[in-house]
């Protein structure tokens, strides 16, 4: 015997909340991948490119878990399977408490977050701008997309190694006042011409007015906070309809057992 009236409508709105599941789990993989393919994602972790990989990989495994349980729940929900109703609400169930850990660990490691991206940037600037490859890839792909130079300006180049390649030990200033450094291309906002000027500064003199001023830091902080809550907000609003989705399968489980409790 068929589910009917409110129990029926119940097996319909499951199967679009599934259908629900099955579009965030295809978002979150078009995620991974994006994080995968465009370097400005990974600069926060270049530091531990294992543990940022690491990232990558469970955003994609709980985009496939989410298209898994989206799929399960439409065909628990046609079939009226109530076996398959309640593997798929352990599935659900185990989504929901992964997430919700994910965000109680996010907003308590906030600050340590922080102090990672300022430690990083710092580092790439100091030490490893133009002497490991991926690092100038990346960090270029940072200053131009965000108009920003150094970590906290363009006189953090002065001390780096990008300027003192055979020097050890670096910091962000240079002992006389009237030595030139070299300021990367990706800092310069105008023309090639322009730029040719303008990359060559001294330590005691102005910036070129084609060299972007603010460092990079504090707008990597505000984009990285912007998306935390971005995140975070949408994590609610997932959990929130899986949680709806939990309690929908729970009852609609319940009607499939007494209906065949009924048939026999």
């Known amino acids: 015997m068929a589910l009917t009236g409110c129990y029926a409508f119940m097996k319909h709105v499951v199967t679009l909340l599934n259908i629900l599941y099955l579009s965030f789990g295809l978002l979150l993989m078009l995620l991974a991948v994006w994080m995968w393919v465009d370097p400005t994602f990974s600069l926060s972790m270049v530091q531990d490119e ?18 898994i349980v989206g799929f399960l729940g439409c065909a ?13 609400f352990c ?20 600050d340590k977050l922080v102090e990672l991206v300022r430690y990083t940037v710092k580092t790439t600037v100091q030490s490893e701008y133009g ?30 190694k990008y300027n003192n390649p055979q020097t050890e030990s670096l ?5 006389s006042p009237e030595q030139s450094y070299k ?29 972007y001023s603010e460092g990079c830091t504090e707008k990597l902080l505000y ?21 709806f989705g939990l309690v929908l399968s729970l009852i609609l489980c319940c009607a499939i057992r007494a209906v065949n409790t009924y048939k026999n």
């Open 223 to 243: 984009a990285s906070r912007k998306s935390l809550i971005i995140f975070l907000v949408a994590l609610v609003a997932i959990g929130s309809i899986e949680f």
């Open 76 to 88: 628990a929900a046609i079939s009226e399977s109530q076996c398959s109703l309640v593997l798929y």
């Open 131 to 160: 002497s490991i490859e991926g690092r100038t890839e990346t960090f270029d792909a940072l200053q131009s997309g965000f108009e920003c130079c150094g970590a906290s300006g363009p006189s953090d180049w002065a001390g780096s």
């Open 50 to 67: 294992a543990s940022y990989y690491t990232g990558v990989y469970l955003i994609l495994f709980v985009g496939t878990l989410l298209l």
């Open 171 to 175: 910091g962000l200033a240079i002992s």
């Open 91 to 110: 599935l659900l169930l185990a989504v929901l408490v992964a997430q919700i850990s994910a965000a109680v660990w996010m907003y308590a490691n906030n």
């Open 183 to 211: 300021i990367p291309a990706s800092c310069c906002k105008g023309d090639p011409k322009q730029c040719s000027d303008a990359l060559t500064a001294v330590a005691s003199g102005p910036i070129s007015e084609f060299i």
